[in-house]
């Protein structure tokens, strides 16, 4: 990809070290204690900037700000008055769509040319929900008294969300969260995730430019376990959505009991990518490596157990892994790096631990499985595009979530099997299968258990689809109109009419 301006410059000019505060209230504020927590670039380990280490009192203060913005003005806003406002972010989104995408290049190493890539998506879902807030809509139901009582439902907006992200699409994911609130008349305090807090800051300044009223939108930034946990945990709180890990998404439903509020859960996957015997060899080579090692394998649908029909399994696999060779890994910022680093240390030992479980329990290293080093590598994470061939279903890498750039490839010799094999995990979030079969592929469709499957492609996500997760991948999910209702309240409404 050619850029078509200097990702290098915007990067030097968009962080220098300095305190960037979070956005409670329309107010831009420290923490109530002063502590800060520092944003690092992962792939130089440059601190970017330094952002408030939220206590529970600022979240608490967050709370009564958008429970008093909920009650406030923005409760007069008509849908009207919503869509022209979402409307005007998603051109804002626009104009600043370039330091938006280093932003989130730069702090969380997603290559460049990717983050610039997600314009369509980000945007196309502001726009959608701008489309959605004038078609919100109760209905008049036939009730047991025809001529003497009225029945109908009314939507209404469920109140103050409390959004909380990880760190891999900081982006994309605010924006999730943040065009149904306000499609909907909610109010929201997004808490971004401790590793990827800088982006989220910078869309708070585009929602103050667009006029979003005071305490409509909050940022706050902090740890998990003291800020994510007290918004989980707040009694003024309606709602929480969430996407992050499974063990977390536990946490926050636990949390959440103690004032019944509703909560949505976007979580891990282990997702299943099936290549049938008669599959387009060449076109599904590069979307299986892509599937994983996208974003260094940091995606939540990453394919990452490689079922391969036992006839082409050996070409298949062989091919995967030159793929995995050619590709060129480096720095996010520059404009023909294919794969960047991990986001941390700590995730990159992680994946090495992950490296070295496969290899002792026996599986085939067929490329990759080293850390890189050198000048430009050593201020990084990273971790080179790795393929295990001969692995088994029992096998710590074919069963857990490795959020790294590692695929498990393993032969399969009937449909019945691998279909069995492929829904023979916790996780349920997403599935690909490769066929020229049109019938095969309606069958597998049918019998996968997965919140979304691609045929013959993978990774699409788009406003109007709904994406989430079943199993222990989550509930609810995000995308499409279903989305709405859950930001939505159903009431009852009857009337006397004799
Ligand atoms: P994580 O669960 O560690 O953190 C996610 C967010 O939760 C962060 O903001 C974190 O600060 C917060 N958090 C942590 N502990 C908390 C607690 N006790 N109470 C409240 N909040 C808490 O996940 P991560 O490492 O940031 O992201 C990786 C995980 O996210 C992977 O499992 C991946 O599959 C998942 N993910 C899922 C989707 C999806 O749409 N299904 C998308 C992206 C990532």
Known sequence: MTLNFDAKKLAGDLYDGGFR?????GQWVAAQSGEVSEAYN?????????????????VDAAVVAARKAFEGPWS???????????????????????????????????????????????IGMLRFYAGMATSLHGEVIDNSFPGEIVSFTRREPIGVVGAIIPWNAPTAASIWKIAPALATGCTVILKPSEDAPLTPLLIAKLMQEAGVPDGVVNIVTGKGSVAGARLAEHPDVNKIVFTGSTATGQAIARAAVGNLKRVSLELGGKSPLIICRDADIERAVPIAAMAVFAHSGQICIAGSRLFVAREIHDEFVGKVADY???????????????????????????????????QSEGANLMAGGNR?????????NFITPTVFGGVKDDMRIAREEIFGPVISAM??????????????????????????????AHKLVRRIKAGSVWVNMY???????????????????????????EYLETKAVWIQTD
């Open 21 to 25: 505060p979070m956005f409670i209230g």
């Open 42 to 58: 992962p792939a130089t380990g440059e601190v970017l900037a330094t952002v408030p280490l939220a206590g529970a009192a600022d």
């Open 76 to 122: 007069k806003f008509t849908p009207y008055e919503r869509q022209v406002l979402l409307l005007k972010i998603a051109d804002l989104f626009e104009a600043n769509w370039e330091r938006l995408s280093v932003s989130d290049t730069l702090n969380m190493g997603m290559p460049i040319s990717r983050t610039i890539a997600n314009k369509r998506r980000v």
């Open 324 to 358: 995995a060779r050619s590709l060129r890994i480096g720095h996010g910022i520059e404009e023909d790096t294919d794969i960047g680093p991990l986001i941390s240390a700590r995730q990159a030992k992680v994946v090495e631990g992950f490296i070295s479980s496969g």
């Open 372 to 380: 890189l080093s050198g000048p430009l590598y050593d201020g990084g």
């Open 411 to 440: 032969p399969f010799d009937t449909i019945d099997e691998v279909v069995e094999r492929a829904n023979a995990t916790p996780y349920g979030l997403a599935a690909g299968i490769f066929t020229q079969n049109l019938g095969l």
């Open 459 to 485: 990774h699409a996500i788009d406003p109007a689809v709904p994406f989430g997760g079943m199993k222990m991948s989550g509930y609810g999910r995000e995308g499409g109109t279903e989305h709405l209702h």
